[in-house]
């Protein structure tokens, strides 16, 4: 009968300790109210201190994931001038961290495809050129598994002959790029499969300048498909992507206004 | 001992309706019609699964035969099937002699534990998918109807079934092995009334559903069941059809939906944006819409953009 009333001073006594030490810097108001956020605000964003919630970070999801291989979100900052780099994330997983998308000279604005281990809030974290985050959200509930569960890929005898295969194209007049890169991006929590992960991907100018590049890690779904938004008119004919996995392979492809098929 | 559930119960008692209340405890509230000499529908609701409606989504036919009754289809719970039982009883005292399974969803065929001991006949590729994916769809249905589900397991059909005719308990059908709703998809003419059930290869107001669908199959799948004969038709979801309807209906959505992710694809949308686009009026009215259109993006539209989309290396 004692025990218990001792477990409860145990906690009163160390709570307060521990709440002090994972505090971060700036304590905000989740609107997710998800209990993981103060978490990934010191570890994936290293507790910057001028850091808040903004509507202008739009995030867009399905309610529900139907196919939890294959989230697809669009994360809109277009409304921030002077975006460094976006951080995607998902407060409950085994791997929190999506990708990192660096807009360059493409709009803040981002349509990419993931996989969902559970239920979770989903983050947009913006870090402008002046050292502001603002954070955007979204609730996608979900069946779960998607992380834990081997690629498909592997259900075929030709995956190796499809690795790196690119399908993609522009469209200058409403400034759209596309691109789907054949890859299984293992995650490594798979039993006896190893982490197989396309690490960045970068868009470049027939002159070679940088348009935009995406940090892939282990949640991003298999075969990432990315949707890029470049200003009207600002795109030339051709966007060549050019990118690596771990293991060292090369991705390498043009995207143009090819017709269709 | 009051326990969670029995104050839950209560609650429920108290605030709610009798219908509400019925709902609290689980139970299903089944209501055979019926509509031809010897037939039956118990018609299901046209939203998706819920925790309201316990899975009750589902077109169920009874039949008379010469032993007792021919169920078509067996809902989505052992607790369905159970209330099917007793609700068999009512319409025939000798109950629920022998099971039909049109195909593998859940809806259809996880009321079988409740008709274990019958002969219960399905389409070979049914059988097969039933036992393939029978357990992940159970995973998915516990989360989704919760309590509902308690004590279900997957008993798949047990009874190859082909095509032409067949005489089940002593009733002739035609039989069409069709499919494109899922691998197998079997239609049945019931010959003394000129019923047509389709199964899920047709919806009648309430958005078809696709998580194992191939389009091209499907649409060929309604050219056959085009050209029969039929005094009516029972969908797999929705009214009964006697005007010649619901086949055009299901043809016309699935065109539209094949052509709108296409064009998207096209246009290098993506599936949050195709999301997001207003449905046609005729198409957002229908029963589970919008929902059942987002869920068709995600079923489909990965592997249409891929065939539209050009190589860029």
Redesign the interface.
Known sequence: MLRRPLIYLACLVWAPVALALEDPKTQLKDPMKSGMWDYHQIELLGDPENIRFDDRVIV???ES???SL?V???VDASGIKNVKRIIVSADYGPIPHILTYYPEKAEPKI?L?FKIDQATAIRASVETHDGQWLIGSTYIDA?GGGCTAPAHAYASDDWEEKL????????AA?G?????VDHPMDTGLSDGIPVFIIQNLSFESDEGDLMARVELYEPVNE?P?F?LYFEPGTLGGTLH?KGRDNNGNRI?????E???? | MITRRYALGLLGAGALAPRAFAQARHVYDLTPVQIADGMWMIEGSTDYFSMQNGGAIVNIVLMKGDSGLILLDSGPSLRYGEALTTVARQLDLRGVTSVVNTHHHPDHFFGNQAFADRPIYALGETLAAAKAEGESFADAMYRLLGDWMRGTEVVPPTQVIDGGNVMIDGRAFHALPLGGHTAGDLALVDQKTGTLLTGDLVFYDRAPATPSADLTRWQQSLNELEKVEAAQLVPGHGPVDKTRAAIPQTRGYLTWLEDTLRTAARNGLDMVEIMETPLPAEYAAMGAEPGEFHRSVAHLFPGIELQELPRAN
């Open positions: 867009r999801g399905p994931a139907e196919d294959n697809p979100l669009l349509g495809r069946a790196g295969e690119i399908h993609g194209r522009l469209w409403s759209r790029a596309r691109v789907i075969d498909a949707s992507v390498n492809g043009v995207l143009s090819s017709e269709t098929h």
